[in-house]
């Protein structure tokens, strides 16, 4: 069983990762189940597969858009507002394609975890 974004938050040390390289590793992780789901669309066990990615990235956005949503968050208001209508499309689009799967739906899931994730680390390093 892959562990929730929650998990992974509380079992990684605050010592080794930075909030942002954290950030950038989950997003990574959740682009990279998007992917596979993408690559290997037709093999048996896809719908599963799929869910479970699904969710993840869903969890994940979730837990983003509260921190993005605490009066008490560093960030710009602008670029929370931006931040927070990025994760309304990807709620929008991750009920698209539980509803109506295609793997062509992924792209945009995908590339968005990537550019962000790229994002955050290039602030780190």
Not at 78 to 95: E, P, V
Not at 112 to 125: C, K, P, S, Y
Request: glycine share 4%.
């Amino acid at each position: 069983m892959k562990k929730s974004p929650i998990d992974a938050y509380a079992s990684v040390s605050k010592d080794t990762m930075s909030g942002r390289e954290l950030e950038a590793y989950l997003l990574t992780k959740a682009m990279l189940a998007l992917k596979e789901c993408q690559e290997h669309w037709d093999e048996p066990g896809q719908f599963a597969r799929l869910d479970e990615a699904l969710q993840y990235n869903m969890s994940l956005w979730t837990i983003f858009q509260a921190e993005l949503l605490d009066n008490t968050n560093p960030l710009p208001q602008a670029l929370r507002q931006d931040l927070l209508n990025l994760s309304g499309f990807i709620d929008k689009r991750t009920i698209d394609v539980m509803s109506y799967p295609d793997k062509s739906k992924l792209d945009a899931l995908i590339n968005i975890n990537r550019n962000i994730a790229e994002g955050l680390e290039q602030t780190v390093h």
